[in-house]
């Protein structure tokens, strides 16, 4: 998953605390995605030095909060539009950035899932002309014919269920009950509380970006 990309998305309906953004990724994601507390809490850290996100204050029992600068909301604005992060998968990148769309309030699923459509479609077109061209479509690779063959069956078969995927989705929207999920309230168990008395045996103090 394009972790920086989907917390930023998460972001968009208002501030939220570091552990409340990281079970965003999971949640948000129907369980698919369950990515390691530290690397969320990096991820804040590195999308706020490249001021994406900054400072909101703090909760009332003093959890940092944050929120998306122009720039940041541009970038989400962007994923959601269908720029897939660099290296990422293709299909993760539609399945994440669909069912994040889908559990965000006051953001219209339906153009994205539209829009995920074209692209698939556009990939199992190109897939299946190069086999209805012939082999000396794919010049330039030194690929065994035979084995490159089986490897455009398989990206065509898989743009073949991203859309079966997306129509899926798509009735879902139209017909199902809200997908929309709002901010979880759970707090980090060892977050900080500047009222509480200092103990020998406490725990570490976690990051700022808690």
Do not use: C
């Amino acid at each position: 998953m394009a972790v920086r990309e989907a917390l930023l998305a998460s972001l968009i309906p208002g501030p939220g605390y570091g552990f409340q953004l990281h079970g965003a990724l999971t949640a948000r994601t129907g369980g698919r995605r369950q990515v390691n507390v530290g690397q969320s809490y990096a991820t804040l850290e590195r999308a706020t030095k490249a001021k994406l996100i900054e400072a909101a204050g703090t909760t009332e029992d003093g959890l940092p909060l944050h929120r998306l600068t122009a720039t940041g909301r541009g970038a989400a604005d962007a994923w959601l539009g269908g720029e897939d992060a660099s290296g990422a998968d293709p299909w993760d990148e539609t399945v994440d950035r669909v069912l994040i769309a889908a559990s965000l309030p006051g953001v219209d699923v339906s153009p994205i899932v539209a829009a995920e459509g074209r692209r698939w479609r556009e990939r199992l077109e190109a897939a299946e002309f190069v086999d209805d061209a012939g082999p000396e479509s794919a010049s330039g690779t030194s690929a065994d014919p035979a084995l490159a063959a089986l490897a455009r069956a398989a990206d065509a078969a898989r743009a073949r269920a991203a859309i079966d995927w997306l129509e899926r989705v798509a009735v879902a929207v139209a017909s199902g009950p809200s997908l929309e999920l709002v901010p979880s309230a759970e707090r980090p168990r060892r977050g900080r509380r500047p009222s509480a008395p200092p103990e020998s045996d406490a725990d570490p103090q976690p990051s700022a970006i808690a």
